[in-house]
């Protein structure tokens, strides 16, 4: 019985041993193949991921051009509108220039000037009355010429009954650019900036009398120039320059004895020429230095040779407006030096008068101060100037007109009825050394055109 | 003040204005029209010449440059006192004495213009 249990059992036992080896068999050889396949599978995956990867790569370059293409789009076409924008403004602008140019009344006629009248009493003197009228006729041909003349109708003071009239300015100026204009004719000579030859009008002047460093300056030239204002480099502010060559002066004297340089000469004498010009500087608008310089060689009809004249000036203007000053206070000043070389006598011509010498120089400060902004009903029309001013006459030779040394003190009181007409007083007293001064007193009503 | 040799003076002085002049025309003719395109002009040029123009009127308003310019030397006037065309020809007469530039004397101008008609 045991026998008989026993063996079925070896056998079941055979069998399924075989048989599990046979599955065991099977199962390795499945997963061989499944690992085959899997490493296949796997690294075929790989391949694609990689692939997906170089083309999102692609993708994302794509897209970055497309955005380029599509921000520098809008910009092309921004820039070609810009283009066509200009060059039909600029067909536009030559339309309308040629329009107007064809229209009447394109050219423009200003009268403009000023007018005074004042009332003088100096000691040692008779007080009068004086009038003066000084219209200006400009003219704008278009944007680029201009023509300015000017005359200057006054009663002479000291001659009875008599009056003048002289021309101040007949010139035609032409724009080169915006920083250039050339120009030929009569004209304010710029020696001395605004102190001296800018020279303004009366109505403009804080105080009615001229200064002593005025009669040291030339007070017109004839001639060629050129001038302009230009941006200095790096924003710091502005240059101006006005340079010019005019008739020269010529000497003028009493009895036949040169003893003066005169500018008034409308006819270069002996073809002498005056060269020079002003340069300045505004480092802020509110404040300008000025430096000119004129040389000429002047003579006279016949008794001197050729000299040398020099003139050389400094200048300075400014104003500092301010609600802590209640208004503005305003500087200007200047000095001048004046040099005339020795003249020769001519040639076979032994009783010639003698050699002609002068040196010269004077000089000015003028404060000015108007409370515009104190909101006080009449006082803020008020300005009070003061001015210190003097000259030095020659050193050696012969003397000009005028006191050898020669300073003032001058105190004024304005009243601005509209920016372009005042009532002015003013009082000048006067020093010169070893005499009498001619203290002045002043009162003027001039108005601007 | 005595100079001691005029000659040698005269000729300091006429060869530093000979040279001014020179340097200003040069400048000039390098960016003398305003309307020049010029941003692009002005760059190269500031490389090379001392003064390139790079006109700080250009960022200044009309009123800005007439208020502080012209009251240097005068009171302002009113833009009412005059009517445009009149301000037209006081303008260029202005540009010449104050030194303007072409630029400065523009602005001014549209300014008094649209001031006086108002």
Same mark, same amino acid.
């Given at each position: ?16 041993? =075989? ?85 009447? *009344? ?98 403009? +002047?804080?105080?009615?009398? *001229? ?28 240059? =101006? ?90 500087? +200007? ?78 105190? *004024? ?37 | ?19 001014? *002049? ?22 190269? =040029? ?73």
């Amino acid at each position: 019985m045991g026998k008989r249990i026993t063996l079925p059992l070896l056998l079941a036992a055979a069998v399924a041993a =075989t048989t599990v080896g046979n599955v065991r068999a099977a199962d390795s050889s499945n997963y061989q193949q499944l690992q085959k396949k899997y490493s296949v599978l796997k690294s075929q995956m790989q391949a694609m991921q990689q692939q997906m990867a170089h083309m999102q790569k692609q993708m994302a370059a794509q897209q970055k051009q497309m955005k380029a293409v599509q921000q520098a789009a809008p910009s092309i076409n921004e820039r070609a509108t810009r283009r066509a924008i200009k060059r039909l403004s600029r067909q536009v602008m030559k339309l309308s220039e040629k329009e107007a140019a064809l229209e009447p *009344g394109n050219i423009q006629v200003l009268i403009a000037g000023d007018v005074n009248v004042q009332f003088q009493n100096k000691s040692g003197g008779n007080s009068t009355f004086y009038a003066d009228s000084s219209p200006m006729i400009q003219v704008r041909i278009d944007k680029k010429i201009f023509v300015n003349t000017a005359f200057d109708f006054y009663t002479a003071s000291g001659q009875a009954g008599g009056s003048a009239a002289d021309i101040g300015a007949a010139n035609i100026n032409y724009e080169l650019g915006d920083y250039m204009t050339v120009g030929g004719g009569l004209i304010t000579s710029p020696i001395g900036g605004i102190v001296g030859n800018y020279n303004p009008a009366p109505w403009n +002047r804080w105080l009615v009398d *001229g200064s002593l460093e005025d009669n040291l300056l030339p007070p017109n030239e004839l001639g060629i120039w050129t001038r302009g204002g230009i941006p200095a480099p790096d924003n710091l502010g502005y240059l =101006t320059y006005f340079l010019f060559v005019s008739n020269g002066p010529e000497f003028i004297g009493t009895s036949g004895v040169p003893n003066q340089l005169s500018y008034d000469n409308f006819t270069a004498n002996q073809n002498a020429k005056t060269v020079g010009g002003r340069i300045s500087y505004l480092p802020i608008p509110n404040v300008e230095i000025g430096y000119s310089a004129e040389w000429a060689s002047p003579t006279n009809s016949g008794a001197l040779t050729k000299s040398d004249s020099w003139i050389q000036a400094v200048d300075f203007n400014s104003y500092y407006f301010n609600k802590k000053i209640e208004g503005f206070v305003k500087f +200007r000043g200047g000095w001048t030096w004046e040099q005339v070389g020795q003249g020769g006598i001519l040639p076979g011509n032994p009783t010639s008068p003698p050699a002609f010498g002068n040196n010269s120089n004077g000089g000015q400060i003028d404060v000015a101060y108007q409370p515009s902004m104190c909101g006080i009903k009449y006082l803020d029309k008020m300005m009070v100037a003061f001015r210190y001013d003097r000259t030095d006459g020659p050193v050696t030779g012969v003397q000009t007109s005028g006191a050898m040394h020669e300073q003032r003190y001058s105190v *004024g009181l304005d009243y601005w009825l509209h920016s372009n007409a005042v009532l002015k007083f003013e009082y000048e007293f006067d020093n010169v050394p070893d005499q009498h001064g001619s203290d002045a007193m002043f009162m003027q009503f001039a108005v601007g055109i | 003040m005595k100079f001691k040799n005029i000659s040698t003076i005269r000729t300091i002085v006429l060869v530093s204005l000979a040279t001014a *002049g020179l340097a200003l025309m040069a400048g000039c003719s390098n960016n003398g029209s305003g309307s020049k395109p010029a941003a692009k002009k002005t760059a190269k =040029t500031a490389a090379i010449w001392p003064l390139a123009i790079k006109d700080p009127a250009k960022t200044e308003t009309g009123a800005q440059i007439w208020s502080e310019n012209c009251m240097r030397c005068h009171q302002l006037r009113s833009p009412s006192q005059y009517t445009p065309a009149q301000w037209g020809v006081i303008v260029q007469y202005m540009r010449l004495k104050a030194g303007l530039t072409g630029e400065q004397a523009r602005k001014v101008l549209a300014f008094l213009k649209s001031a006086s008609a108002h």
